[in-house]
């Protein structure tokens, strides 16, 4: 079972919400970590967009709008990524990472955003 | 203005060798923690490795622990990856990321535009 896993594919309307699942392995707890968020467009670079461990420990990518956030729910594991307001230029592959055991980062396999 | 600048990549046989450099400017090259980060054709991220400031401590992927070798030169402001034994699964854009600290555990808040390195016969 992967450290990390993502749902392969999200599909949202224009202006309606999104909500990302970062889902760690059993036995690792979500509440140790953060959680990093990563952007990627296609034929771009990936992008930082956001860290969140919890609400006094969170950190904004720079310039990143504040329409997207992280949270995290306990009760699957999960890290989350909400994006509110979605536009088309969303449209991308979200990865999430986190920092392992102190000793390597883990990515997720990464989400693909459709905006319909 | 932050620039991370890869080079090196190339074609190379199974079981050959290729050495990765990123020249970095625009910061402290020798405060920030550095990575390499993998993504081979139509897939997701890899983590490979990363080396913190000072050069003190380094951390491999399992999948390139003991082929593959991290350096930098804080003289040069440039990050390097020495990678040996390559295999067709190796195939993949490289990339150079900074990290938000000296230490390895935080973000990449900086990527190179990565460098091909295609492994084949």
């Known amino acids: 079972q992967p450290v990390l896993t993502q749902p392969t594919s999200l599909s949202a309307s224009p202006g309606a919400s999104a909500r990302f699942t970062c889902t760690l392995r059993?036995?690792?707890?979500?509440?140790?970590?953060?959680i990093y968020w990563y952007q990627q467009k296609p034929g771009s670079l990936p992008r930082y967009l956001l860290r969140y461990k919890s609400d006094s420990d969170k950190q904004q990518g720079s310039g990143v709008p504040s329409r997207f956030s992280g949270s995290k729910d306990a009760s699957t594991n999960a890290g989350l990524l909400l994006i509110s307001g979605l536009q088309s230029e969303d449209e991308a592959d979200y990865y999430c990472?986190?920092?392992?055991?102190?000793?390597?980062?883990?990515f997720g396999g990464g989400t693909k955003l459709t905006v319909l | 203005e932050v620039q991370l600048l890869e080079s090196g990549g190339g074609l190379v046989q199974p079981g050959g060798s290729l050495r990765l450099s990123c020249a970095a400017s625009g910061f402290t090259f020798s405060s920030y923690a550095m990575s390499w980060v993998r993504q081979a054709p139509g897939k997701g991220l890899e983590w490979v490795s990363a080396i913190s400031g000072s050069g003190n401590s380094i951390f491999y992927a399992d999948s390139v622990k003991g082929r593959f070798t991290i350096s930098r030169d804080s003289s040069k402001n440039t990050l390097y990856l020495q990678m040996n034994s390559l295999r067709a699964e190796d195939t993949a854009v490289y990339y150079c990321?900074?990290?938000?600290?000296?230490?390895?555990?935080?973000?990449?808040?900086?990527w190179g535009q990565g460098t091909l390195v295609t492994v084949s016969s």
């Open positions: 990472a986190i920092w392992y055991s102190s000793t390597s980062w883990v």
């Open positions: 059993s036995g690792i707890n979500v509440g140790s970590y953060r």
């Open positions: 990321a900074k990290g938000e600290y000296s230490s390895s555990s935080g973000s990449f808040d900086y």
